[in-house]
């Protein structure tokens, strides 16, 4: 009998074992992104994934057999950028969680957004900072008590495709690891789409985020984005207080605008056509 | 020319082709030209893009570096201070690249256009950890095209970040500048890995001898961390060994080759009293030198062209052959300790009366009459 899962050739042979607590989603997260490369028939060697400080950031690193930049907290999308405008022919793919790409790394998730830049970037988010111990993230729920917010958070939160569509984003789509077939659809669409493309993977850290929220374990958690994920279809719909408890998914948004890795070699173009004799 | 476009153009002559940068006072003129220049460059696929911050300037330069980009940034005081993580981040997973600091008046946000040496020590402990750097100092606007050459050099030779330490005064001052032609200048490139490189089990980080490096996009399937890694870049946080090893194989790298590095311009034979001094203040050194020999003071100059790795054992000969050291720095003594722990023998300091300005030469030379006596 064969016991190799299907994926694992798109697993570093070395790499082994996972940095993952029992229960936690981002296996099914990892499983889905591979499933839509290997189902596109894409190449891993035309691949460079990058990922930040985190949970999130393990998933491609150093899993995936293909090149990996594993980076600084925050930063995974400034370097992508540098990656993605030398080496434009490459799908570049930024993993990292909500920490990471929505606090220390939220300037940097906005304007490449803006820029239009053709990279898909997947945000997982646990609403909390699951690596460190529990502490507050800017998509933890009002009220919540965590390590840093013993007497309840006090703050308001991000939704993160908003933050996306707002900043420049042409493809945007949310989804929770409940749905594993259509975060593979999705990472598909994003892989064709041109322009950067940002889905957020609504996923559970039953460790930290079901142990304080009381949502308690994996398959609770699963139970819960199963009966309160809404598709957008359906939400349009709804009011704002229908809402208010529900996981809104689906494709939010897949327009196109001017990319700036086409436009920069448009420019390059121009220039090669205009002094057709010139030097350096 | 002016010296930050001497920079530019040095980068260019340089090989460099991907530049990212956030505007600063007095460095934004090396981005301004390269913003001209690189995307009109041929050969190459030439990338210029201004970031959100300095942060991201250099995380965007080190992500061209792995793609095999000769690449640079250029900015100032406030600037490195935000860069100084990934300057580890580089040094860590051995990204070659260029960080030009166009020196400012500070602490904080001080004085944009008022020269001041200033950073000098922070290009070699501003960033955590243990780890060695190469930084150079150029003094006129011929060093600025002459030495980000150099400086390109040794960032793909070493696989390792460098700094070059300009200032207000010589990024800003206009001067005759001789490019030569392009044959006649030594271009370094990095050595990347051969073809059918394995990156599960082939060397592509931790060398002394400098690994070669398994750039992306050549199908090594490169693991790359900053994080604490073997020589294979397999990730090792567990183990005080892998740490020890991480830092001594990183630092060893410099450290071994420190003679190749280091260069310092020595015109002390003969002479009773050496000026120490870099960057543009070495100017104000040569003219107060020439002065006091020209009254009979036997005077001669020391100018460490590479300030990081220190120059501590051309300090320590020359020491050894003067009588006293007059370190003359636009600060209140920067590098004045590093020479002190090398010299045996005296060694004094002048800062400018004003700091920022340059040393007046009759205020150098009452010190030097003072010392000789």
């Known amino acids: ?280 | 020319m002016q010296g930050n476009v001497a920079c530019a153009e040095g980068a260019l002559a340089a090989g460099c082709s991907f530049m990212a940068g956030y505007p600063i006072t007095p460095a934004t003129e090396v981005a301004e030209r390269l913003a001209n220049r690189l995307p009109a460059l041929r050969k190459e696929d030439g990338v210029f893009i201004q970031m959100e911050d300095e942060i991201s300037s250099l995380a965007a330069v080190i992500g061209a570096s792995w793609t095999g980009k000769k690449a640079m940034t250029a900015t100032s005081g406030p600037g490195i201070s935000l860069m100084l993580e990934h300057v580890g981040y580089a040094v860590g997973t051995e990204a070659p690249c260029v960080i030009v600091d166009v020196q400012r008046g500070g602490p904080t946000t001080g004085i944009p256009i008022v020269e001041l040496q200033g950073d000098m020590v922070q290009p070699r402990r501003g960033s955590h950890g243990e780890y060695q750097i190469i930084a150079i100092a150029p003094s006129s606007a011929q060093d600025m095209f002459d030495h980000t050459v150099l400086a390109f050099n040794l960032a793909e030779k070493y696989r390792t970040p460098v700094f070059l330490m300009a200032d207000s005064f010589v990024g800003h001052m206009r001067e005759e500048v001789v490019i030569p032609e392009p044959e006649d200048i030594e271009v370094v490139d990095r050595i990347i890995a051969p073809e059918g490189f394995n990156s599960e089990t082939d060397q592509g980080f931790l060398s002394v001898d400098v690994a070669p490096m398994p750039i992306f996009g050549r199908g090594f399937k490169s693991h790359v961390t900053s994080s604490c890694h073997t020589e294979t870049g397999k990730r090792n946080v567990t183990d005080a060994y892998a740490l020890d090893n991480f830092i001594r194989k990183l630092s060893g790298k410099i450290e071994k080759n420190r003679d190749d590095i280091v260069c310092v311009e020595d015109n002390t034979d003969g002479a009773e009293i050496a000026i120490f001094s870099y960057g543009i203040i070495h100017r104000a050194a040569l003219e107060a030198s020439a002065a006091a020999c020209a009254e009979g003071l036997n005077t001669g100059t020391f100018r460490p062209v590479t300030i990081w790795p220190f120059p501590d054992r051309e300090i320590a000969e020359m020491s050894k052959r003067v009588k006293a050291i007059l370190v003359l720095e636009n600060n209140l003594g920067q590098l004045l300790p590093y020479v002190k722990a090398e010299a045996s023998c005296p060694v004094h300091f002048l800062e400018p009366e004003i700091l920022g300005t340059m040393h007046d030469v009759e205020r150098v030379l009452v010190k030097l009459r003072e010392i000789s006596r």
Not at chain 1, 122 to 151: D, E, H, R, S
């Open chain 1, 1 to 280: 009998m064969n016991t190799t899962h299907d994926l694992d050739k798109y697993i570093r042979p070395s790499a082994r074992r996972t940095t993952n607590c029992p229960g936690c989603g981002n296996g099914i997260l990892a499983q889905s992104i591979l499933r839509a490369i290997d189902d596109e028939k894409l190449d891993m060697d035309d691949f460079t994934f990058v990922s930040g400080i985190g949970c999130a950031a393990w998933i491609p690193s150093p899993f995936f057999y293909a090149d990996i930049l594993h980076t600084t907290h925050g930063r995974p999308i400034a370097f992508a950028t540098g990656i993605k405008l030398a080496s434009p022919d490459r799908n570049v793919m930024v993993v990292s969680g909500d920490g990471d790409l929505l606090a220390i790394g939220g300037n940097h998730l906005i304007h490449a957004a803006r820029r239009n830049i053709n990279m898909t970037v997947i945000c997982v988010n646990n609403y909390i900072y699951g690596m460190t111990g529990g502490q507050v993230a800017p998509t933890t729920p009002m009220g919540l008590k965590t390590m840093t917010t013993p007497f309840g958070n006090l703050e308001n939160f991000f939704d993160p495709c908003k933050l996306a569509i707002g900043s420049g984003a042409t493809y945007v789509a949310r989804w929770t690891v409940y749905h594993a077939l259509q975060i593979t659809r999705a990472v598909k669409t994003a892989l064709n789409h041109k322009g950067f493309s940002f889905i957020e993977i609504v996923s559970q850290c039953p460790v930290q985020f079901g142990r304080k929220s009381g949502m308690g374990s994996t398959t609770a958690m699963f139970d819960h984005y199963k009966e309160n994920a809404v598709n957008i279809s359906k939400a349009k719909d709804m009011t704002e207080q229908e809402l208010a408890e529900k996981i809104v998914v689906g494709e939010l948004l897949n327009i196109e605008k001017p990319v700036l890795d086409d436009e920069l070699a448009k420019l390059r173009t121009s220039f090669r056509e205009r002094s057709g004799d010139a030097e350096d």
